[in-house]
């Protein structure tokens, strides 16, 4: 396999304890999703965490050590619970210090605006030893990558940006193709087919979305492979399937 077919494995970290409590709604995790998919990376799973230490050091350990890369969003801004460097830092055992690239760039952006570079500002310039800094055009404080983990703002408008300024530097594979296909029937009754037909096409992941309108129920298939003739022949019998059910 060559490296442009091989797909790669990534994992998202959203770090808040306003994610937990419902008072933010997360947005960063289905553009993500969407973004990656485009590019032909798969994002196998994603953890929710409190700003808690050592809950966000555990779940990065394991996340990192199990996929090719990582995403973190949320906990790099200037307060007291913005922990997020921290925490990494201690993931990797690397000090955590203000980078100088950072500093100065947030020392001519503030000087620019004619206000203080305050101490609470400068903690957005700390990261750990040896991390490279992620562009933010937006409002300029940087995120940063240690390893193969990204660490990025949670306000959706940053995270978007950071995001689009990492993405030329990540290796891409074979696209996920996806086929939508309508069926008038619940999943009770195509439950025992489908599956024949997903044993018969183990190269397609075919999900079954139910649908009810108020009288009565329906459901999508879609049918997803990195091959497009897989996907054909799955989506193909698949409608076969439902033009049989119609007629019986």
């Given at each position: 396999m060559t490296d442009a077919q091989k797909v790669h494995t990534a994992a998202m970290l959203a770090i808040g304890d306003e994610l937990l409590?419902?008072?933010?709604?997360?947005?960063?995790?289905?553009?993500?999703?969407s973004v990656l998919t485009?590019?032909?990376?798969?994002?196998?799973?994603v953890r929710i965490v409190p700003d808690v230490e050592e809950e966000i050091v555990a779940a990065l350990d394991a996340l990192r050590t199990r996929y090719d890369f990582v995403f973190t969003s949320g906990g790099i801004g200037p307060t007291h619970d913005d922990i997020?460097?921290?925490a990494i830092g201690r993931a990797f055992g690397l000090p955590v210090e203000p980078h100088p690239e950072a500093m100065q760039l947030l020392a001519a952006y503030y000087e620019s605006r004619s206000l203080p570079f305050t101490d609470a500002r400068r903690r957005m310039t700390?990261?750990?030893?040896g991390a490279s800094l992620i562009d933010n055009?937006?409002?300029?404080?940087?995120?940063?990558?240690?390893?193969?983990?990204?660490?990025?703002?949670?306000?959706?408008g940053i995270f978007t940006a950071m995001l689009d300024n990492i993405l030329p530097t990540l290796p891409t594979g074979p696209v996920m193709l996806s086929t939508a296909i309508a069926c008038p029937f619940g999943e009770g009754d195509i439950g025992g087919p489908l599956s024949e037909i997903q044993k018969r096409h183990p190269e397609t992941a075919i999900g079954s979305y139910p649908k009810f309108d108020g009288q009565r129920y329906s459901t999508e298939l879609v049918v997803r492979s990195r091959s497009e003739a897989a996907r054909d022949a799955?989506?193909?019998?698949?409608?076969?399937?439902i033009e049989g059910l119609a007629e019986s």
């Open positions: 409590s419902g008072r933010t709604k997360d947005r960063n995790i289905a553009h993500l999703a485009l590019a032909g990376l798969d994002l196998r799973e997020t460097a921290d700390r990261t750990p030893r055009p937006v409002s300029k404080a940087p995120g940063f990558r240690i390893g193969n983990v990204f660490v990025m703002a949670g306000v959706p799955a989506a193909a019998e698949i409608q076969a399937m």
